[in-house]
């Protein structure tokens, strides 16, 4: 990113939301960390990152929405995971600090540089891995700090069983205030979609039309099934041979660019003669259909018909 320019600006897009965090879900590359640093993978290696640190670079780029620093762990002993929870309660405080500094805002003043961009939203991370008690003290205390805009459920989808996620997800909400949103960091299937925003997830960091397009695959489940509508395919895997001479697009009816301009048979073509064509035009579909998908969901909250959207989904969903 140029120094001292929005993302908007950057990438030509001023009416999306950007979103920055440090860790790639897709890689989970962790290392270690001290009380005054974290450490994480960058393309020109491994680097070291104090809060400090961390709010300047929020203050160059400009996000939306900024994630803070926190001392992000896969589950680890309970002396462990208590320290991550410390180090992150501890980091968090000082983020806010500096950014009372950085945006006067934040801190209730008005603006003295009426050309300045306002402050991004901070979402405290709250960590803790499998350890309930943990998540609960990390959650109750950055609950308390009345400066975050939102909070991040970090970790989770990383081997505990679904029951035990729900457990984990519960005693975050019965903590944190009720009216700021709450995101999940998790593979964001569909159907795990579903089963977390019935417990009060807002928001999802998702990696699932990612997953779907490094394995080849193109989202097709239904967006709005009938009650009585028979389950079909979630996806489809267009290495299969069979979609060779398939002229069709992916979804019949899809507004996508890829559905649009291609077949099946082009882009099964593409994958087997391993062009990056094929996974770009992959992405566009997935990411596509993932947002539809949301704005289903959206509409079903709105109208009220949350669980009867559910239920009908999932019968459908295959």
Known sequence: CVRGEALGKVF???DKVYYTTLWDPMQWVLGPSNDSSVSFQTVSGRKQLTPADFMKAMHEIRPGIACLLSDHIKPSSSGRTRKSVKRTIEWTRECIKISKKIWPEKSGE?????????????????EGGSDLKGREVCAKALG??????????AGLHSGESPEYRERIIREVTAVIPDEKPLVSTSKGTPLSVLHEVSLGVDIFESQYPEMLTRMGHASCFALSPKADEPSRPSKLNLWDPKYKVDKSPIVPGCSCYTCQTHTKAYLHHLLNTHEMLAQVLLQLHNVYHYQRFFVHIRSAVRKGQFEAYRAAFESAFE
Do not use: R, W
Not at 111 to 125: I, Q, R, T
Not at 144 to 153: A, Q, R, W
């Open 12 to 14: 030509n897009a001023k």
């Open 144 to 153: 308390e700090i009345k400066e975050l805009d939102g909070f991040v459920i």
């Open 110 to 126: 008005e603006l003295k540089n009426k050309n300045s961009s306002s402050a991004p939203k901070l979402l405290g991370v709250i």
